[in-house]
């Protein structure tokens, strides 16, 4: 039996940012290897439908579940769930390895979006916890996080792709072997978290949906998260596919070559989060959010044209898309803070507060997924661009309410603080 080591709290950042990549790099990894071989039991052309169903599926389940383990992890102790979710995404993977069926396979992603419905918000609690006493801490600690995860991602892009290529199904129990190294490093390094008194259900949940930023905040969380899910869990099955000779970027592209341009990506994210964090320390979760959201269309115009070109011209646009994506980056560490500030009114209740950021990423995921799929059969990649830009709309506009309320709560908090800071 593994018994954690009685590190201070302020291991408990560092070994959570190390757990949450090596986790989304079995996630991620086996994201793509699973379009890979859906692409290959299909002979190549696979449905757009059942590609989104069975990308949707993890996340589906990460969305029923998440809330409810993340209530028990404040009650019984977080620790084990840190330790628990892991395990289960390895048990998962494996079983992703002994599938052969679109269905057995969509099954598996279930169990493993248990394991991601146990880590993730109660891992997003525990820094909330952490970093509670300084704003400026916790801003890097969300831009931290936020990195970790990018880093998983890329990690997962890179062994996803060349571990399919090389070895097939073998790949996903190499993937199973990094959610295992998850779990041993929460088991060593992170601290026992005792069981806290929680607040009853009702005020927990009027927390989240009554009145107040979190209820302001779910549309555009949701407009962004299935944005995430639209792109990531269609685009590799799309750069995968038979050539299209009218559109450029579907054009049947080797597994390594599109864990490349995925690993890419994430590297410019990270980027870009390293240069946002400063700002979102001088102004906030709200307004960095909104400020970085008109990224997304400059993506879509850029990806739009290139895919419309030739492929030596098309080049030409790279650095276009490459600002758009470092533009976007400010968005994921902005919405951490912000939801983190937002899980201060009920501190016992952290990792439930903070399973609204992996319920509604999870739900926008499946969300976007399904309607990816739909979209990207009908019009391939010119689909999953239509789809951002109707959906980058959607979370600018909800933003602008988002700003507005934190301004009016800033306001209130300076006025409510006026009359003693002028006494004797």
Known sequence: MITPRPHSAATQVPALLVGSALLRIGAAGGGVAVQFDLSDLAGGSPSGFVVGTVGAAQAASELVFAFALARVADRVGRSRFLIGGPL???????????STRPAQIAVARLVEGIGAAAFVPTALGTIAAATSADPRARAQASGAFEGSTLVGFIGGFLVGGFAYHAFGRGAFVILAGFYLAAALVCALWIPRVPPMHTSPLKVVLHAIVGKGPIRTFIPAWLAVNALVGAWLLNLPALLKRTADENQT???????????????????????????WTPFLQRHGGAVTMRRAVPGVFLVVGALFAMNHMEGGRAVYLLPLAIVGVLWQAGFGPAAVAYLADCSESLAADRSALMAFYTVTL???????????GLFSGWLRIDGLLLLGLILGTIAFVSLSGVVEYDRKYHLATRSAAAPSAGGP
């Open 88 to 98: 289960v995404g390895c048990v998962a993977m494996l079983l992703v390895a002994a």
């Open 249 to 275: 970027l579907v054009h049947h592209f080797d597994e390594r070559v599109v864990s490349g341009i995925l690993g890419f990506w994430a590297m410019l994210l990270i980027l870009g989060i390293v240069l």
């Open 362 to 372: 999870a739900g926008g995921g499946a969300l976007g997924a399904l309607i990816g």
